[in-house]
């Protein structure tokens, strides 16, 4: 297989790789994968973790490798790559659909002007439902299974639901 080959069959193969925490997104899905390059003859794959302590690191780079291996385009490394820091617009269009499907209220767009670095910023005056597109939601906790999602809940259909935070 030659080099353009091999680095497109990387990033198809990439593609199918889930998020552990969010299984319903893949990792390119997320804008996890930043790059893939050819180092020598080993791949070289860039990473961005969601945040800079993100505990799923190691599992994401183990299961990146594995997924590699198992399409026979080894060798390959992970290298992580912490600047610029990762952000929810990196999100595909597929994966805020996604995020949606999977009862996840996606982050919105920001307006020009209006990001701040490393700070959470309110997208929405009142985030809408996932299941059932109310806007009449709550935020129960600033933290849901993960550190980077909220729990809200819908005040109409009495659902709860997380919210993947903007950053």
């Not at 993100?54 to 299961?63: K, L, N, Q, R, Y």
């Not at 996840?104 to 209006?114: D, E, L, T």
């Not at 701040?116 to 806007?135: D, E, W």
Request: glycine share 6%; aromatic share 6%; charged share 15%.
């Amino acid at each position: 297989m030659d080099a353009p080959a091999r680095l497109q069959r990387a990033w198809e193969v990439l593609d199918s790789v889930p998020d552990p925490e969010l299984p319903a997104v893949s990792l390119c899905d997320l804008g996890i994968v930043r790059d893939v390059r050819l180092a020598g003859a080993a791949l070289q794959l860039l990473l961005t973790p969601t945040y800079s302590g993100c505990p799923a690191t190691e599992v994401i780079a183990h299961d990146v490798l594995a997924a590699i291996d198992a399409a026979g385009l080894g060798p390959a490394q992970v290298q992580w790559q912490r600047a610029p820091a990762w952000s929810t617009d990196w999100i595909t269009e597929r994966g805020l659909a996604r995020l949606h499907a999977h009862g996840i209220a996606p982050p919105g767009a920001v307006a020009a002007g209006n990001a701040v670095s490393l700070h959470f910023m309110p997208r929405a005056a009142a985030l809408a439902c996932p299941r059932c597109g109310s806007r009449q939601t709550q935020c129960l906790s600033a933290f849901g299974a993960t550190a980077c999602k909220a729990l809200y809940r819908c005040l109409d259909c009495r659902e709860p639901f997380e919210h993947f935070k903007p950053l």
